[in-house]
């Protein structure tokens, strides 16, 4: 058993790491790289949600995030997204939006809003730019001068690890960790280990969590929770070639423009006939919740 590795990119791993304030050093140290601040700025820094959930259900997305506070009331969420998501940028927004007026109550003034940091591991592709991390603020379009530092959003894109166009730096501490997180061998990870010690105590840590037995049954069932989404993506992906190709072969005999509406009826009700939510044909066929439902209601 000492051979077996569980994956950092696994959400209840990650938070199993960065999320304990037993081990609050490592958090720190990611951070220090990713928002390039201080470990005196992070030293008395607060894990709001420490709690670590025992069952995992796909309608409590996003319920393994790391959210912590600093001493200077700053607060910074981390979450780690494994499954392609549509409306990435749209989503972030909401959630940061969300995390930034939860700060204050009726009565309370501006001033005592704070800084709301929201750091994005995604294991997809949702910007054009071939760097692996980008930061992202107010910025006056001409000029470039910065509204407030009040809002900041990070985007940490795994698949630019192995992009040809992407320059890469082993070096770079940030580099590094995003290696560590989608690491998927042993060998990778005592590599990293030996230039950077704070992925060496979280190597640590992953080989002291590895040895629970019931961390291990946790794990392999979010993975198994994991395969099942992505393979009904997939799915939902063939679904919608299929049904497109026929509405467009079915159109062109009734004289439907393209057969695209016959093709797009098809292709959700081919989705929700596997089981997919609503919100999730929604967000896979690029449909308005509303058009989906109608489909839905009519299919009965």
Not at 112 to 133: A, G, M, S, W, Y
Not at 241 to 252: H, P, Q, S, V, Y
């Amino acid at each position: 058993m000492n051979d077996y590795l569980m994956s950092p990119k696994n959400d209840f791993v990650f938070k199993l790491i960065f999320g304990d304030e037993k081990n609050k050093h490592i958090l720190i140290a990611f951070l220090t790289n990713v928002l390039n601040m201080s470990e005196g700025e992070l030293a008395d820094i607060k894990i709001i949600n420490s709690e670590l959930l025992r069952e995992f259900k796909e309608d409590k997305k996003g319920i393994l995030d790391v959210r912590a506070q600093t001493k200077d009331g700053e607060q910074i969420n981390i979450e780690i997204q494994i499954l392609p998501t549509e409306f990435m940028p749209e989503r972030t927004l909401f959630y940061w939006a969300k995390m930034f007026v939860s700060q204050i109550k009726s009565g309370d003034t501006y001033d005592q809003l704070k800084r709301c940091i929201t750091i994005n591991i995604v294991d997809f592709e949702c910007t054009p730019l071939k760097q692996l991390h980008s930061c992202y603020h107010l910025i006056e379009d001409h000029t470039g001068h910065k509204l407030t530092d009040i809002e900041e959003i990070h985007f940490m894109e795994l698949p630019k690890l192995f992009d040809p166009a992407t320059t890469i730096d082993e070096n770079d501490p940030i580099t590094q960790w995003m290696m560590f997180i989608n690491a998927k061998s042993r060998e990778v990870i005592e590599m990293l280990a030996q230039k950077n010690k704070h992925i060496g105590s979280a190597f640590d840590l992953l080989q002291i969590i590895a040895q629970d037995e019931k961390a291990r049954m946790l794990y392999e069932a979010r993975q198994a929770e994991i395969m099942d989404q992505l393979t009904r993506i997939k799915s939902a992906q063939t679904a919608i070639l299929k049904a497109k190709a026929e509405g467009i072969k079915e159109g062109k005999k009734e004289g439907i423009k393209d057969g695209i509406k016959e093709g797009e009826e098809k292709m959700v009700k081919a989705m929700l006939l596997r089981g997919m939510t609503i919100e999730e044909v929604a967000s896979i066929a690029n449909m308005d919740i509303s058009k989906v439902t109608e489909i839905k209601h009519n299919q009965r």
